[in-house]
Every structure is written in C-alpha cells, then in structure tokens.
C-alpha cells in the first residue's frame, strides 16, 4: 500500500533531538537521515554553489542532471533542513558554532588533521559545548597509523575484509576481489554512526556530557564481515570466493533466474531431495550423510543446478514451499518493487518534490507502532532553508544574509 507522504501530527521517536550535519555523500548522511526520519531535527550544511556532491551523483529523471533532482542526494536527506555555509572561511565556521550552541549532536565526516585546523575536532568543540555529542565517520577512524589516510566506500571494502570475498559462487572463482555494489558500505557505517550516537544521547540525557563518537568505515565492513575473523583463529582457514562457495548450498541457476538452497544437516538435504522428486543420487553413499556431502561440494551443488535448470523460480519455490525446503528466490529489482509482501507493509513511501514530483522511495525495514516513520518533508533544495535557520532562528538580518551571499560564505 502507498501513499503521498504529508505532515501529519503523530508523536515521534526523537522528536526534540537537534542534529547538525556537515557531510556528503552517504556514510554521514544516512546516518542523519536515520535520525531525521525518526524526528529528529536535522540541519544539513552544505558548500554554497556546488552543495553536496551526492547532489551530481544521480540517478536523475530523463538522465539530465539537476543538483536538486539526484536521486542519490534526494533519498539520503528526506526530513532535513538545508542551509548553506562555506565552512572552509572563518564567516562559515562562525555561522556553524552558532548552529551548535543549540545543537545536541553534530555529524561530520573531515579528516582528523582538518577538522583541528578548523577546531571542529571534539577537544575543540568540547571546551564550548561541553554537552555536544559529536559523531565523526572517516575511512579508518580518527585514532591509529592510518587516521588521515583518505579513501571511499571502496577501499572500505576492501580494507574491511569483505571485496575479498566478492563476487561469489562458482562462477566467479577466477575473477579479481570487487567491492559490494552501490554504497552499501557507506550505508554499513552510516548505521553505526547512527547506533553510536543515539547511545551518546542517551548517555548525555543522563549526565549533560557530550562524547566523541569515533565511527570509522573500515571497522564498519570489518564487523558485518566477522565469521571470517573467527574461521581464521579457529581454523587457520583465509576465507575468499572459492571457500566461500564450499557450503552445502548455493546460488543456483533455473530456468528463469536463481534460486538459493541450504542444507546445513541431513534433515534439511532430505528435503531437498524430496524437492526434487526424490533422485537416486541423493542417497547414494557420497550423499548420505552431512559430512560425505561435505567432501563432495562440488558435485551436490552441480547435481542441484542441473536439476533447476528444467524448472523455473516459481516451481521450484512451490515445490519446496509445499514441504518447509530451504529454497528462496533470487528477486529482481522489478520484483521487489512490485511485491505484494512489501506493498502490504507499506515499505515504500511516495514522496512529493517541487524538482522531481511524486517518486517511490524504498523506507524503513522497521516499524514502530506509537511513534512511526515517515518522511514529513522531502530533501531541501540547496540553501532552501538559510531564511529560516540564520535569519529567523539566528536573527541575522536580511542585509547581513545579502552580504554573506555576495561573498559567498552562505
């Protein structure tokens, strides 16, 4: 079920919370967008002119770019406030400490050596706003050999530990390491950051102090990715694509796409077996048990596809739907967008943008039933709120607005 997404009068979560936030992209933005969806009040801070770069990034409508019609920059700041600053000039920074006089929480994603030479470092900002929460997302963290190492969602992945193991399945096998696709990583952290934060809030209710929370991109993946840490100290083993694939289980190709099958035991493979009609293979004496399987991989995993490759996805899903088989379909995008499922949960939301219009945005894979998400105002255009926040809320008059924009600080 959709529907147009408007203000309504409902309570929220974190209604009160104010966040000011002075990042890009993704990994800091998502972690305001969490916050903002859920109440949170959210003033994005954006370099005047050229604004967040996610604003060039796209996917637009008819494929012509528009900063305020990037899908990217559009789904990333839902619920947020949008002023401009050029924090790189003391005007900017000065606009930006008066934001956070009143702020609960500030995100940025600088490198550690800039934000102390612009004293928007924790130490800095703690000696006049002691109660600040600030939350800071960087590639490796602010701490450590690697703390102004700059980098991106990719070297992430890659230093996290999980492009190692991508692509995966047999097809793949000789293929060279690829990161996760989109900004999954950026999101990963962007998640954390908001988890971290919130549990400083909590603590800064309780004590009126602030705290610096230390999110880095690395340790983000790395934690998603820990089986393999364990599978390394337990057993010595390097996990990668090939041993990846050496499960009694797969990815497997049908006739109209994939499906994914698992047989952890032997209760669980006689399902499967059952699935497939029952084939003499299946309890032949390399296939009997759990651990024979396990010497013969390759062949369990092969036998399957041949026998899925006659059928289609929703055969085989009824098939083993009929009997409890670990069998799931491999979605597509379309799929997914038109899911019963999730059209009954109400998972998307449509929302009306003066750039775009009405568009479906994918929404929150939780529900809260007093306080509820929802999407109250769509991403700002840039600058869009400089009236408001520096004049009527900072009491700027509308001559000092004019002469900050003549110079190009807001």
């Given at each position: 079920m959709r529907g147009k997404i408007t203000v309504d009068t409902l309570p929220s979560a974190l209604g009160g919370l104010r966040v000011i936030e002075v990042a890009q992209l993704a990994a800091g933005p998502f972690c305001g967008k969490l916050l903002a969806d859920l109440g949170a009040e959210v003033i994005k801070v954006e370099p005047p002119g050229s604004g967040d770069v996610a604003r060039r990034r796209g996917p637009f409508p008819d494929d012509r770019p528009d900063p305020d019609a990037s899908g990217s920059f559009l789904y990333f700041n839902t619920n947020k406030l949008g002023v401009t600053a050029d924090v790189t000039?003391?005007?900017?920074?000065?606009?930006?400490?008066?934001?956070?006089?009143?702020?609960?929480?500030?995100?940025?994603?600088?490198?550690?050596?800039?934000?102390?030479?612009?004293h928007l470092d924790y130490a800095s900002l703690a000696l006049h706003c002691p109660r600040l929460v600030v939350t800071t997302i960087t590639p490796f963290g602010t701490t450590g050999p690697w703390a102004d190492f700059k980098g991106d969602g990719m070297h992430a992945a890659h230093a996290g530990g999980e492009a190692y193991l991508l692509p995966a399945g047999a097809e793949w096998l000789d293929r060279p390491p690829v990161k996760p696709g989109g900004l999954v990583t950026d999101c990963d952290a962007g998640v954390f950051a908001a988890t971290g934060s919130l549990a400083a809030i909590y603590h800064q209710r309780a004590t009126g102090k602030g705290q610096h929370v230390d999110c880095s991109k690395?340790?983000?993946?790395?934690?998603?990715?820990?089986?393999?840490?364990?599978?390394?100290?337990?057993?010595?083993?390097?996990?990668?694509?090939?041993?990846?694939?050496?499960?009694?289980?797969?990815?497997?190709?049908?006739?109209?796409?994939?499906?994914?099958?698992?047989?952890?035991?032997?209760?669980?493979?006689?399902?499967?077996?059952?699935?497939?009609?029952?084939?003499?293979?299946?309890?032949?004496?390399?296939?009997?048990?759990?651990?024979?399987?396990?010497?013969?991989?390759?062949?369990?995993?092969?036998?399957?596809?041949?026998?899925?490759?006659?059928?289609?996805?929703?055969?085989?899903?009824?098939?083993?739907?009929?009997?409890?088989?670990?069998?799931?379909r491999v979605a597509t995008a379309d799929e997914i967008f038109t899911s019963p499922h999730l059209s009954d949960r109400g998972f998307f939301a449509e929302v009306e943008h003066p750039a775009t219009g009405v568009t479906t945005y994918p929404g929150a894979p939780y529900r809260l039933s007093e306080t509820p998400w929802r999407v109250k105002r769509p991403a700002p255009r840039l600058g869009e709120h400089n009236a408001l926040v520096f004049g009527e809320r900072l009491g700027h008059s509308s001559q000092e607005l004019v002469h900050l924009r003549q110079l190009g600080v807001i």
């Amino acid at each position: 079920m959709r529907g147009k997404i408007t203000v309504d009068t409902l309570p929220s979560a974190l209604g009160g919370l104010r966040v000011i936030e002075v990042a890009q992209l993704a990994a800091g933005p998502f972690c305001g967008k969490l916050l903002a969806d859920l109440g949170a009040e959210v003033i994005k801070v954006e370099p005047p002119g050229s604004g967040d770069v996610a604003r060039r990034r796209g996917p637009f409508p008819d494929d012509r770019p528009d900063p305020d019609a990037s899908g990217s920059f559009l789904y990333f700041n839902t619920n947020k406030l949008g002023v401009t600053a050029d924090v790189t000039t003391g005007e900017g920074r000065a606009l930006l400490r008066e934001l956070l006089a009143n702020a609960d929480l500030l995100i940025h994603d600088l490198q550690p050596e800039q934000a102390a030479a612009w004293h928007l470092d924790y130490a800095s900002l703690a000696l006049h706003c002691p109660r600040l929460v600030v939350t800071t997302i960087t590639p490796f963290g602010t701490t450590g050999p690697w703390a102004d190492f700059k980098g991106d969602g990719m070297h992430a992945a890659h230093a996290g530990g999980e492009a190692y193991l991508l692509p995966a399945g047999a097809e793949w096998l000789d293929r060279p390491p690829v990161k996760p696709g989109g900004l999954v990583t950026d999101c990963d952290a962007g998640v954390f950051a908001a988890t971290g934060s919130l549990a400083a809030i909590y603590h800064q209710r309780a004590t009126g102090k602030g705290q610096h929370v230390d999110c880095s991109k690395q340790e983000a993946v790395l934690n998603l990715c820990r089986a393999i840490l364990g599978k390394f100290t337990a057993y010595g083993v390097v996990e990668s694509r090939g041993t990846r694939r050496r499960r009694l289980g797969n990815n497997v190709r049908c006739r109209d796409g994939y499906i994914e099958f698992m047989a952890l035991n032997d209760p669980l493979w006689e399902r499967i077996g059952a699935m497939m009609g029952g084939p003499a293979w299946c309890s032949a004496p390399d296939y009997q048990t759990t651990a024979s399987r396990s010497r013969h991989i390759d062949e369990v995993n092969d036998r399957v596809e041949e026998w899925a490759a006659e059928h289609t996805r929703a055969e085989i899903y009824a098939r083993a739907r009929a009997i409890r088989a670990p069998v799931g379909r491999v979605a597509t995008a379309d799929e997914i967008f038109t899911s019963p499922h999730l059209s009954d949960r109400g998972f998307f939301a449509e929302v009306e943008h003066p750039a775009t219009g009405v568009t479906t945005y994918p929404g929150a894979p939780y529900r809260l039933s007093e306080t509820p998400w929802r999407v109250k105002r769509p991403a700002p255009r840039l600058g869009e709120h400089n009236a408001l926040v520096f004049g009527e809320r900072l009491g700027h008059s509308s001559q000092e607005l004019v002469h900050l924009r003549q110079l190009g600080v807001i």
